[in-house]
């Protein structure tokens, strides 16, 4: 299996959607295949024309706000006493989240399309609530499907969703979290792809959906690459880039302008959820070497037994809380490009509280987990090692959680 | 020797009937509970579609999925479901079964093996419904090679150049999904839009046998009699859900649904 240069990733899937032959692809009800391949159309001519990449750069500037800011962690440098630590800080993107980027690019796809309706999931809800402000913005109606135990703990984001005047839909099936929000979401679509178009919040589902999203999150690293030049005049010698991964977009976006670097060069770290330090349950099918299965229309490393059903997971982060992961992220894995592991609950804690005592940066509980592997690993690294961490959401929508496990004084008002 | 889903066919079409095909999910509530439904219908039913369950079914509706959750909380394993066809068909030799499934339960027990496992046990037809086609190519020949049919999914959706790949490889059946819905959707079109869809299918190549489901129930399923075969779900494990809720016995009762059914066809 092998990565080839100067071809996006997104690219370099086969002609079933395969990426490295086995990753990927299009395990979907045949009602889906048409609308999927009308996707697929639409996004291939769209992404080469200017007239559309401009339409997308010009939201991106005005709305979404681009740049999000490129900063250094001077007190979090000192304290820690390695590497240079530095943070994207994606979280100023409008919303609070790089998962803005996927829900315009989709509702710009939904209007050229000529779909009224737009549907999608959403575990930590930042992708539900991205997509409620972009369907607004693009006068689309909005269906958003949340597990149940997710919309009791990141209620910040529900209300922002409802406000925006989407219709949120509880599901109580399995779970009740991000697995089977996505599962109840594809249904619906089965049931309504004639007049509905689907969102899917991560790079994961069926080859288009793992696609778009990585096309859209990539602004992440267009802007980083320019920043980093602006800051040091060149790439540096040594640059560690740190980020969570879910379903895989954040940490997708942050690598791909630098995927043809050399690893020495440039080495991507993805930090999985490793959930409770006293759970058998975890949201890590890369760290812990989870078989390869099927899930949401992708082949993919996947938590499941030997049967071939999906295992539950359990992660203080609701954004993290799924089973599988981004096909793109197991070619990554495979090819050997990036390195994953896994941050517990209980480490995660540990780093939000570290990088709210020293910094003005509040990263949501799924950063926290990037952060506190690119902390550990910094306190070895010399000082013109260049790490970086994704700190792509805002820890507000976790004050509930936050403040039962850590106590008040770590939870802000607004 | 013909493959006992086309003799089922064959009998119902001599008695000027469409093929009545029901599905269960095995293990649902109990192996052996499901075992018994199998055997009470096995007399009114024609064809008998076993559902593998599956604990993230993408294209069943809420009956289904309560079936399925309902079997794997009682630990259903494949091994097991492989039993209750062997068990079955002890019973009734002739009676065709089709099992019904999502991939990643065959792709982890590995195809050769499942395939192997379903000849020995009786298995004479699959759906795998989130296997389309052209993905399912390979496995399709797998199949073909041990005299088990594929089945093939055809949609509202599906392209007459894709209807037209899609059954010109096809074994002898094929199923048509009468309407855009997961299962136990509600008909949301008339039986008249379904049987013109249907029989644009059919023109392709009248030899093949096309069934369709989704949705169907007994207050419908008398206005699709002139399609080859008609599929029941979601009406049958809604019956054993009522059943079990009003602590009535689901053999019984669903034995007498799909007598009802067979009488509406006849
Ligand atoms: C702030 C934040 N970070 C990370 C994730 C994980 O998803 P992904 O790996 O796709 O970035 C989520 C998902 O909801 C999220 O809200």
Redesign the pocket.
Known sequence: MKLKKKIPVIDQGNSLGFWGGKFGGNFVPETLKKPIEDLEVLFNKLKKDKKFISERDKYFQNWVGAPTRFIKLESLTNYIGGAQIWSKVVSDANGG???IYNATVHCLLAKRSGKKIICGDT??G??GKMLSMAAKKFGLKCKIFMGAKDIARQQPNVKAMKKNGAEVIPVYSGSQTLVDAVSECMRFWVANCDTTAMCV???VGPAVFVRICGWSTSQISRELKGQLIDEFGSIPKKLKLYN????????FGFWNEFMDYDKKQVEFIGVEAGGPAKSKKHAAPLTYGSKIGILHGAAQYVNQNSDGQIEETESISA??DYPGISPLHCFLKDTKRARYTAASDEEALSAYKLVTKFEDLRP?L??SHAFFVALKEAKKLSNDTVVVINS??DAYKDRGILEERLGKKYVKSN | MLNPISVAFKKARTENRPALLTYTVAGDSSKKQSLDILKSISKSADILEVGVPHNTPVADGSQIQTSAYRAIKKGIKIIDIFKIVRDFKKFDKSKPIILMGYYNMIFQYGENNFLNKCKTSGVNGLIVVDLPWPENKDFAKKCKKKSIYFIQLLSPTTTSKRLRKIIQNSHPMNYFISMLSTTGGKLKVSPREILKNYNRIKKINPKKEVVIGFGITDKTIGKLKSADGLVVGSAICKEITRSLNSRQNPVINVGKLVRKLKNKIK
Request: hydrophobic residues 20%; glycine residues 28%.
């Open positions: 989240a790089h998962k575990g930590a930042y992708a919040g991560s790079t969570c991964v879910g379903g895989g977009s954040s940490s954004g993290l949501s799924e950063p792509c959401g």
